[in-house]
Structures are given as C-alpha cells and as structure tokens.
C-alpha cells in the first residue's frame, strides 16, 4: 500500500510502505507526530489462522527482546481481528538500499564499515539466540532486514516473521532466488533448523557487504542463468554453490577476513560457528568505533537526511 493519504488503522495512521517489506508501514502513532513503523502479517497471509496466532504469539514475545541491536517495541494488538505490532523508526536506510546505491555508484562499501555491520548483527542475534532459553532462530535474515541508522547504529529487523513462520513456509512460493540464497542449505531441504542457520545467512550478508555483488552472481551460470530455471533448478544450484572467498572481488578483505567468512557459509551447520558470540569475536580484532563512523560518513554521503525528513514531514 502507498498512500498520499493516511489510512486509520487502528489507533494509528498508515502514511506508506517501507521499502519492499508487505505489510510494512510508516505510520503516525496515537501521540501527534509520533513516527513510528506498524507491521502486520503479509497480505497473502491475513486469513491464515494458524499463522495469525503464531504472529500474534511472536509479536508480544517481542515486546521482552530489548537489546541495542534489535528495535524497540513499542505496542501490541489486534485490529479487527488481525495482528500487529508497533515499533521504533530508524532514521536511514536498509543495508539492501545501501548496497544498491554503492552499485549504482560503482563504489564499495568500505570494509571498516562491513565488518562493523557484522559484528553488530552477529551481537543482536547472540541475544535473540540465548533469550529466555527459548532456542529463537530469526529465519530471514537478508539485507532489507538490516537497518542502518545515519548514525552508524545497526538495527536488526523483522525478528517477528521468523518467529510466526516457524519450521514452516521456508519455501514458500513468493521467495525470490535471491531470497533463497540466504537460506542455509539444511531450510532449503526442510530439515531441522537452528541458530547456525542464521550464522550462515549473516555469512552471505557479510560475503555481499565486502565482495559488493550479489551472492548468486558467482553460482553456475550467473543470475542470469536462473532466470528460467525451475524452482528445484535453483534450490540444487544454490546447494551446490562454491563461493569464492570476498577478496577474490575486493582486495582489501584480508585472508583472516576471507576465513571468518567462509567458515559462516560452511555447508554442514557444525564447520560453522556453533554460536553467533564466536563470529563476533572472531571478527571484533579487525574492526572497531572507525568502523561505526565509516558507516555514518557513507550512509550521509549517499543520502540526504534533510530532504527526507522533509519529505516524511508533508506526509505526517
């Protein structure tokens, strides 16, 4: 939904989607100019029952999950019997617009800042991991679900969808290849999933921050070649995929950098990290505060806070 005129929802105004995310929105909370985003089920998933409840469940486990990394939860409920949740708005830009304004601009990220965003992430879901015991796996761990503040700060999003979504609907339809390619290969099989999942997805988050192309561009054939391959055609492909190392298309990643990479995107789930506290460790000597600035100077370089916040200001 794209709105030039807020929609009511609840106690809250809808004004916009927020990047590609479905049921993803800018809103208005119930304090006067309170931005905020409102998050609901995905469309083709509003009379899902069972997976309502489980959104409904996930959402307010949410609401306990307070870390640094991860965003702040505002508020809970139910709308005319559907789910929502209400949670802070992060100033700046997903990690997926970041690189594709770096793309655009034929530039790389520079790897202070890439390995910044990884230790970050790998923190954020050191703490989902270890919550309550509760043995929380996030499940869709990609780009457009890491947002970076105009501060340099790293944020963690969508913790909820995973959460709702369970062991099941991994491979549902609408998954794009490039979706797929952050599933670790024991979700592409269905087989039984855990934390080392989304070490491997932080894995290629990491290999696309510091290599600056996609993922599935070195697989066999190119993403061109996956254009017309049936869905098992991709899934065995992405299975098969051999990355080579991130220096390979930047030379600045050190070896020791190829290594903590590589080991993350580890087909068996145990020649992984076992933990997400051990990739950040391993990766914490080669980065430090710089890396934060790093990220601010080049999110502020690329974008313009000013205007944006003008824009969202005749919106609101």
Known sequence: MVSSVPTLFGPYRLVRTLGSG???LLAIGPDPGGECVVRRPPSDRRNDDEFLSRFRRAAHLSRGLAHDGLVTVYDVGDV???PYLAEE?????DLAELMQRCAAETRRIPVAAALHIG???????SFLHEFD???LVHRRLQPTRVRLGYDGWVKLLDVVSGQAAGAEGALRPAFSAEALSYLAPEQLM???VDRRADIYALGVVLWETLAGCPFLSTIEGGLAGLQDATREQVIERIRRHRPPPPSLFN???QAKVDAVVMRALAKMPEERFSIAGELDLALLPMTGEPGR???ARLLNRLFDPGREREQRAVLL
């Open 89 to 93: 708005f992060v100033e700046g830009h």
């Open 251 to 253: 030379p600045e990643v």
């Open 133 to 135: 015991g509760l043995g």
């Open 22 to 24: 479905d049921g993803v």
């Open 293 to 295: 600035d790093a990220a």
């Open 80 to 82: 005319e019997g559907e």
């Open 119 to 125: 230790c970050a992430i790998s923190r954020a879901l």
């Open 190 to 192: 269905d087989g039984p």
